[in-house]
């Protein structure tokens, strides 16, 4: 099941160590776990409209609140309702939502499978994005495996490996060092495209 770390809501990092450039860089730590749990404990008990999930919040509102519930939305664990109001995501739900990664580059090389010459940088990317999104690392692996079949990257060839669990097993490591999915991604789409 999809896991959470509560990441810092401008540059992600799940540590003290933010990057150079982050808005809450010396931002204590309990600071920024307090507001998630602020946002998450309220909408817990139920949708509510924004306003109403400032004035519940137990902790005062403040531009870290802001920026985390900017990050829940982006993230998808919290979407706006029909009616406008904010509801978080159960677990399954989440799971589903996240499944097709929709941003792209990730939608176009989600959709339209890879092709040799950038099968490495295709296969990179969504492990980055599925760990990013906090799928463990066998559903990661099913899922990228899946892929591999059901897109027909595998059918066109070009792989070193034997299986597609082999080719998703020798990228293992980047899930466990975390490394993100966008130069990747971008490397890929660009040579997806112009083989269209």
């Known amino acids: 099941m999809a896991q959470f770390q509560y990441p810092c809501p401008d540059c992600r990092t799940t540590t003290n160590l933010h990057t150079p450039d982050c808005r809450f860089d010396g931002t204590p730590w309990t600071d920024i776990e307090a507001a998630y749990i602020d946002i998450l404990s309220t909408l817990a008990q139920g949708a509510k409209r924004e306003g109403r999930l400032r004035e519940e919040s137990p902790g005062r509102w403040d531009r870290l609140h802001s920026a ?103 990228k293992r490591h980047v899930y466990v060092r975390g490394y993100g999915w966008r130069q990747a991604a971008e490397e890929a789409a660009a040579v997806i495209k112009r083989r269209k």
């Not at 989600?110 to 092709?115: F, I, K, L, M, T």
């Not at 099913?142 to 070009?158: A, H, I, M, Q």
């Open 68 to 170: 985390t519930l900017s990050r829940l939305r982006h993230d998808q664990r919290v979407r706006e309702t029909p009616g406008g109001a904010l509801e978080l995501l159960t677990p399954v739900a989440f799971k589903e939502q996240i499944a097709v990664p929709s941003q792209e580059p990730l939608g176009l090389i989600y959709e339209e499978g890879s092709v040799p010459g950038c099968h490495d940088h295709a296969v990179f990317a969504l492990i980055a994005y599925y760990e990013m999104v906090g799928l463990s690392w066998s559903e990661t692996r099913e899922y990228v495996t899946d892929w591999l079949r059901e897109s027909g990257t595998w059918n066109r060839g070009g792989f070193e490996e034997a299986t597609p669990e082999a080719v998703v097993d020798n």
